[in-house]
């Protein structure tokens, strides 16, 4: 089977797109485009066949205030997709995302990022499950009421606190996946210490390969997979190579400050030149490309094996794509790539999409004992 077969036939699935806040802020996103990494054009063209779209919210923001962002977030995607009946759906379970496959359509899944907005309160988390969220991302940038981040500047609770324990088991009794991306190494561990069903990485790298607190230690790879977690691989350039970090790293701050002043007086010339100017500073760092954005998956599979590994993009959340990776119509690139360093059919099926749906379909199935 060619890469392309292959890439047709697999079930291909993103499991951490920031597209919401895009759709939000008004970006286009029913039609091709250059701003974004994602549209729902470029989603058929990439062969997807189901995309996470991220409900986040900053830590920065009060709880009220993030809970109206996230339900801002989730209306706004909700009034993307109906739009466009007969091209994508929300789907809340795997057979629903299957049967659109099966229709021709794309899967649109919600995943939480960042557990601010169910402010202490099952309720409100149950509610989110009724809205269609599918998994939680505990944390963000900071420590939260449910656990320590990975780059919080001080531990609160050195681990999951009390009530994040209690989020875990209705996360299980629920059915929604725990996802340990951003979260500190000691709440990873008492993720999997409570958690009764696998977890998952959506959009993670190996620490191995880039000394970034956010990526996993081989050690963290192995015990995720050892109770049937995956890693989810991010594109994020910073994320991949340690080199481009190095020069990322001093345009970065930058950046974020220019961006943040363009955003909100988008109209002032002084304003606009600063950003683009900081921006084509960034894009003229080399980037990784496919092939190191691969080394991450190899490095993974040599570990746990290819059943423990798959694909998280945080395409339209991430400042610069991967080389060969510009937006999510580059997909294929990845399967043409895990084809030539000789992977079975099999493996990169599951890579692509396959092993990601196995662990949702656990999950499902968990929550019925509960």
């Not at 597209?19 to 939000?24: C, G, L, M, V």
């Not at 990975?150 to 609770?157: E, N, S």
Request: charge should be negative; charged fraction near 25%; aromatic fraction near 10%.
């Amino acid at each position: 089977m060619t890469a392309q077969e292959l890439h047709k036939k697999a079930f291909v699935l993103d499991s951490h797109c920031d597209t919401p806040s895009r759709i939000w802020e008004g970006y286009p996103y029913t039609e091709r485009n250059t701003t974004n990494h994602i549209d729902f054009d470029k989603l058929v063209e990439g062969g997807v066949d189901a995309a996470f779209f991220a409900i986040y919210t900053s830590n920065a923001l009060e709880p009220d205030a993030a809970t109206r962002k996230a339900l801002q977030l989730i209306a706004a995607t909700y009034d993307a997709v109906y739009m466009h009946p007969g091209k994508v759906a929300i789907a809340r379970t795997v057979q629903e995302a299957r049967e659109l496959k099966e229709r021709g359509m794309v899967a649109i899944f919600l995943g939480m990022e960042n557990g601010l907005p169910i402010q202490k309160d099952l309720s409100l988390l149950r509610l989110f499950y009724r809205m269609g969220v599918r998994y939680l991302t505990l944390t963000h940038s900071r420590n939260n009421d449910i656990c320590d981040s990975c780059t919080g500047k001080t531990p609160t609770w050195h681990g999951v606190s009390p009530f994040g324990v209690e989020v875990i088991k209705e996360l299980n009794r629920l059915g929604m996946m725990v996802d340990v991306s951003h979260i500190s190494d000691e709440s990873f561990y008492d993720c999997l210490k409570y958690s009764k069903a696998p977890i998952v990485a959506t959009h993670s790298c190996c620490r191995a390969l880039a000394n970034r607190p956010r990526n996993l230690t081989d050690q963290m790879i192995k015990d995720l997979a050892a109770k049937d977690g995956i890693i989810q691989i991010n594109f994020y350039p910073a994320f991949i190579s340690e080199k481009y970090y190095e020069e990322f790293s001093k345009v970065s701050d930058e950046f974020e400050e220019k961006e943040t002043v363009f955003k909100a007086n988008t109209q002032d010339p002084k304003a606009r030149k600063e950003f683009f100017d900081v921006r084509d500073r960034l894009f003229a760092i080399p980037r990784p490309g496919v092939k190191e954005l691969v080394d991450h998956i190899d490095h993974a599979v040599s570990l746990v094996g290819a059943e423990h590994v798959g694909l998280g993009s945080d395409y339209d959340g991430i400042e610069i794509p991967p080389a060969g990776l510009e937006d999510v119509t580059k997909l294929p690139a990845i399967t043409e790539e895990l084809k030539r360093r000789g992977y079975s059919d099999s493996a990169i099926m599951g890579i692509l999409g396959g092993n990601f749906l196995r662990l949702f379909s656990q999950v499902e199935q968990i929550s019925h004992t509960l």
